[in-house]
């Protein structure tokens, strides 16, 4: 029993002390106008948080991948609110709990593919909303892979634009609600039941 204890606190020991900071989602940012169905925004926000959770582990929850974790978790959120995997994740960080390497549906590189993809489309479309995730993708697909040239030549572009992506506006949203989502519901407002 007392060799069970003394293992146990070893173990404990060896994992890094975790200081995160959840992010603020709040009512989210995307609104159902976006260019997405509900499947592909649900499967987005796992491989995100999937990618996260790995990425966290084998840097050892540095402080450099905390802070890429929280605008993950954040972006995962934000596209899926009931996101099991990001939901527990987020509170399991908060409690300084690190999670465990997980075997997600895609290696990073292809991940990052699939998003550089995907953000290219959003980025054509006319809607902010769209916009604004296509650039996430785009970042985070140079992030991911940073030997995948088009994404990080995309994504360089984007910061030649000045189009780069407010991570702090995804992470900490504040209490009023986007543009776009505002719109929505003054157009709700002016319908009769």
């Known amino acids: 029993m007392a060799l069970a204890v003394v293992l146990s606190t070893l173990a404990r020991a060896d994992e890094p002390k975790i200081v995160y900071q959840a992010p603020v989602v709040g009512a989210g940012i ?4 976006l260019a997405m169905m509900d499947q592909e925004r649900e499967e987005y926000a796992l491989n995100l948080a ?3 959770a790995n990425h966290l582990v084998a840097q050892k929850a540095s402080a450099e991948s905390l802070e890429r974790t929280r605008r993950l978790l954040a972006l995962s959120l934000h596209l899926s609110p009931r996101n099991r995997k990001a939901v527990v994740m987020n509170f399991q960080l908060g409690k300084g709990i690190l999670p ?7 290696s990073s590189e292809v991940l990052a593919r699939l998003l550089l993809t995907r953000g290219q489309l959003l980025v054509k479309q006319a809607a902010e909303e769209d916009q604004l995730l296509g650039r996430c993708f785009i970042e985070i697909a140079a992030e991911m892979d940073p ?25 900490d949203v504040k209490a009023s ?16 039941p």
Request: aromatic share 10%.
């Open 50 to 52: 999937n990618y996260a």
């Open 100 to 106: 465990q390497k997980v075997e997600g549906d895609y």
């Open 177 to 192: 609600a986007p543009e776009w989502s505002k719109s929505e519901q003054e157009k709700q407002k002016g319908k009769k």
């Open 147 to 171: 030997r995948n040239e088009d994404a990080v030549y995309a994504a360089e572009l984007l910061r030649l634009d000045q189009k780069k992506v407010d991570w702090q506006s995804i992470t």
């Open 30 to 33: 995307f609104s159902d106008q």
